[in-house]
């Protein structure tokens, strides 16, 4: 059995969130924040619903995580999210002085890591390749149909 507290658990969280992204036409990328073995925060992408470019799963969910926590902060923290951070979420972490990054599927074109330098907080922790059959099964299943660069 599966324990709640576990990686895998709240990966699968986060493919739900991603799940809900794609019923909305929306890339499939969808992210948690974990706060002592709990949830505290749940976002998938809202880019084409919101209007707005910077509307990714990341962004929406470190806000929504700092609302709840009631600071901008979250070192304590870690985020499960379905595809490697891009380089204005990676941004984003770095100032938000997350704890840890758990990604599932890498992101070779936009991804964060194809920068020499890391563009994360230097105490962040990283690991990938969580759950990475999944969620690049979603994101592969949304772009059959749709191509964008």
Known sequence: MLSVHSDEH???????QAEIAYEKGEVPVGAVIVADNRIIARAHNQTEQLNDATAHAEMLVITAAENHLGTKYLNECTLFVTLEPCVMCAGALYWAQLGKVVFAAQDEK??????????????????KGKMEKEASKLLKDFFKNVRID
Not at 10 to 16: C, L, N, P, Q, T
Not at 110 to 127: D, F, I, Q, W
């Open 10 to 16: 709240f990966m699968k969280e986060a493919i739900r």
């Open 110 to 127: 936009r991804g964060y890591s194809l920068h020499e330098k890391n563009l994360l907080h230097p105490k962040t922790k990283v690991e």
